[in-house]
């Protein structure tokens, strides 16, 4: 639970009236903001991943689709939900059910761009696979997640995961616990429930 103001112009923590970082000298961005911390965001991320996997599965139930092309649609139907369900919705499900939502450094309610952007960006890994399948360089995205250990991995599969896994360590470290993407996008994950 870390509550501090940020500058209005870099969103850095303020302690006083001018920013020690960019030295503008102007109220911070907020009076008080409560932000998420590590578990409320796997625990949004988690619900969400089992929401749209559950969709999928029925929807694509009495569809004869190969893994490649169901792994290239769930990537598609999961930027798509968490883009629409954080701009025009109030949330994802998950972020509902974990009492957080996503925002500007301002405040405000990201626009369908940013939120596109950064629901692409959290997929870094999940791209890599698909273009690795499509284009024949792994048997299929299925094959790699059910049995890594008895593949030749391209070496994109293996720095996909480091970004993503230092992509989400960085909420551990950042004074904003933010992710990268969400430091790229200039988004925030603050509690809804204080």
Not at 32 to 40: K, W
Not at 71 to 99: D, E, F, H, P
Not at 143 to 160: E, I, T
């Amino acid at each position: 639970m870390t509550t501090s103001p940020f500058c209005r112009h870099c969103g850095s923590p303020v302690t006083s009236s001018t920013c020690v970082v960019c030295g503008t000298s102007s109220a911070p961005l907020a009076p008080s903001v409560t932000l998420a911390g590590p578990a409320r965001r796997a625990a949004a991320t988690l619900l969400d991943y089992l929401v749209v996997a559950f969709g999928l599965s029925i929807v694509t139930a009495s569809l004869a689709l190969s893994n490649n092309v169901f792994q290239v649609t769930s990537s598609i139907v999961m930027v798509a939900y968490i883009t629409v369900m954080t701009t025009w919705g109030s949330g994802t499900l998950g972020n509902r059910a974990a009492k957080t939502s996503f925002t500007t450094l301002s405040g405000e309610k990201p626009s369908f761009a940013r939120a596109a952007a950064r629901a692409l960006l959290c997929r870094v890994s999940d791209i890599a696979l698909i273009w690795c399948a499509l284009t024949n360089q792994i048997p299929s995205v299925q094959d790699v997640l059910n049995h890594p250990q008895s593949l030749h991995l391209p070496v994109l599969v293996y720095l996909a995961a480091i970004a993503q896994l230092t992509d989400y360590a960085a909420v551990l470290v950042t004074a904003k616990r933010q992710t990268l993407h969400d430091m790229v996008c200039g988004t925030l994950l603050r509690r809804t429930d204080v």
